[in-house]
């Protein structure tokens, strides 16, 4: 389903009409704009995210559906303060999408029990040699 049908599905006509359209006199949304803020927000996913908007994630939808509402409040100028102030949150909840990982690999990597008996070996990468690269990394063995 497009990012402008889940739009017009949560937020009725009479509060997309005035965002969509320069003049007052207008009865009916704008497509054409509604469908450039959706648009613009599937670029921010791609930008900020580094991946593609999709339209069956529940948590995409959700941020996305704010997103085109922000969108279209700073670009017709109404409520300038409390369209920042959407836009800002939506970018937030946006880059919080970032700092999900999703649990789906197809690594063949298993992996390794740092426990083998009663001594623990560290992972080769807790070793000296790479405190450099690790900042407040913990001083690895030797």
């Given at each position: ?6 739009v ?13 359209n ?12 509604l469908?450039?803020a ?32 922000g969108?279209?409040?700073l ?9 920042t102030?959407?836009h800002?949150?939506?970018?937030r909840r ?14 063949l990597?298993?992996?390794v ?7 623990t ?13 690790l ?8």
């Amino acid at each position: 389903m497009p990012l402008t049908t889940h739009v017009t599905d949560r937020y009725g006509s009479r509060y997309l009409v005035p965002l969509t359209n320069d003049s007052s006199a207008a009865t009916t949304v704008d497509a054409a704009r509604l469908a450039l803020a959706a648009d613009d927000v599937e670029g921010d996913f791609t930008t900020v995210l580094g991946r593609d908007y999709v339209d069956t994630n529940g948590g995409d939808v959700s941020v996305a559906v704010q997103g085109v509402i922000g969108k279209l409040i700073l670009y017709m100028g109404q409520h300038v303060q409390s369209g920042t102030d959407m836009h800002e949150a939506y970018l937030r909840r946006l880059r919080g999408l970032r700092s999900r990982v999703i649990p789906d690999s197809s690594s063949l990597m298993t992996p390794v029990d740092e426990l083998r008996g009663k001594s623990t070996i560290p992972p080769r990468f807790d070793d000296a040699e790479f405190d450099a690269y690790l900042p407040n990394s913990p001083q690895g063995g030797s």
